[in-house]
């Protein structure tokens, strides 16, 4: 079997003079050379490499031992964030894997000829299909991403569309996430039920104006408007449903665009992880200190540290901070 300490990156002679440093807790680098029985400069040069690693300290000429359990357990931290870095790296891979998947959708769709489109009319028609098809999905939850330009159609959704969306994403069937007028958010109804689409586990951003409405429903349905940059209400509830990846593909392109530039829902702080380690490092603690506080692990600190820029949009952790102040999250 292999030395368990190379997956950490000691060598063989790296382990055996960590572990001489151990037995003596305190020598010099000649006492070392001669309990390796080797030429003291390469030992010395060895000892370089270990208090680089923070396994050992030298302190006036002379090395002392670090309790194990700290000195490797920085040592494995440091190897897991690697690990950490290299999973993410991964899933980039596999992201990109997925965008080439969708131009080879969209190549063969432009082979085999026209779309499938067909025009709709009715808000009952709508939203109804929107959960029947959730209900028939082979893979749920199906992702909808849709944005609404208008009060009205808020309004109706509030009133009379929202408790089936709810219901579907508490049953897995559908992930809801919307882009919508920031002034939708002074209409009771439009509020109350949006605070129930997130706690049923959707997402919500805002936008001072919404260019107009559209939806994607999965990966092979689209829903578009009869007039571009109008709302529905004023046709009707008049919509064309357009079956190819090609479109699909566009629209939630552009849905990403939008969804980058809208704002959070400005009420209701995090109370989560990621809220708890960005309100305690605000108190000034490090890592260590947060993660004792909460009974986590280091790298699970680490790792909501992680979240929080990716939801913030921040480049490090003091940009971080700055924004969720902004956002009235430390409050």
Known sequence: MSDPFETLGLDSAQTALYTAVLRLHRATRS?????????????????????????????SGQYLARHPAAALGRVI?????????????????????????????????????????????????????????????????????????????????????????IDAQKRNLLTVRA????????????RDQISNVIEAGGQARTLDRVPSWFMTVGSEMAGLPAYWGGNLPDHAYTFYLVRTSVVVG????????????????????????VMQVLRLAAQGLCDDSIARRLGVSVRTVRARWSDAMTELGAQSRFHAGVEAARRGWLS
Do not use: C
Not at 81 to 106: P, Q, W
Not at 179 to 190: D, F, G, N, Q, R
């Open 77 to 165: 931290a440091e190897r897991l964030d690697r690990l950490a870095e290299e999973s993410r790296r991964i899933d980039s891979a596999l992201g990109s894997i997925r965008s080439l998947i969708r131009d080879y959708d969209a190549g063969r769709d432009l082979r085999n000829g026209p779309f499938t489109v067909e025009m709709a009319s009715g808000s009952d028609i709508l939203y109804e299909s929107v959960s029947g098809i959730a209900v028939q999905s082979p893979a749920p939850p199906m992702p909808l991403l849709t944005a609404i330009p208008d009060e009205r159609t808020m309004t109706d959704f509030a009133r009379k569309f929202a408790d089936p969306w």
């Open 179 to 190: 882009i919508i007028p920031v002034s939708t958010l002074a209409i009771p109804e439009v």
């Open 31 to 59: 006492d070392l050379a001669q309990a390796m029985d080797g030429p003291i400069e390469k030992v010395g040069r060895q000892l370089d490499d270990l208090v680089k690693m923070g396994v050992i300290d030298e302190r």
């Open 250 to 273: 566009v629209l939630s392109t552009l849905f990403e665009e939008l969804w980058a530039r809208a704002q959070p829902l400005p009420w209701a702080p995090r109370t989560d992880g």
